[in-house]
């Protein structure tokens, strides 16, 4: 499997950018599809996270109200839709790709086996 994400940039606080990240490589199916953060000196951070077929979400305290993900089944594509962002909002941005479908939490990044590129997100205040 591999995953291509795109979409960073360099945004203006209160602005929004639209991440994507496309998987490709194998038969997807019963999957889930997470976001990550990282910004210099912090944890990597899980944003988000998004089911296939249930279409079931999660989002992080520190974005909830403000990012909404969402998928394209047909297009194996998963959108991390940034409004509203923040300084601290900057980071380099990862989406990972699990085929397990139970015994973890969809925000940790040890349950899964498949990265992309980081995408680095920047909101300058």
């Known amino acids: 499997v591999q995953l291509q994400a795109s979409g960073g940039g360099v945004v203006q606080a209160g602005g929004s950018l639209r991440l994507s990240c496309a998987a490709s490589?194998?038969?997807?199916?019963?999957?889930?599809i997470a976001w990550f953060r990282r910004a210099p000196g912090k944890e990597q951070e899980g944003v988000s996270c998004?089911?296939?077929?249930?279409?079931?979400?999660y989002y992080s305290d520190s974005v909830k109200g403000r990012f909404t993900i969402t998928s394209d089944n047909a297009k194996n594509t998963v959108y991390l839709q940034m409004r509203n962002l923040k300084p601290e909002d900057t980071a380099i941005y990862y989406c990972?790709?699990?085929?397990?479908?139970?015994?973890?939490?969809?925000?940790?990044?040890?349950?899964?086996?498949?990265w992309g590129q980081g995408t680095l997100v920047t909101v300058s205040s």
């Open positions: 990972a790709l699990t085929f397990k479908t139970s015994g973890y939490k969809c925000y940790s990044a040890r349950a899964y086996e498949y």
């Open positions: 998004i089911t296939s077929g249930v279409g079931s979400t």
């Open positions: 490589g194998s038969t997807l199916v019963n999957y889930v």
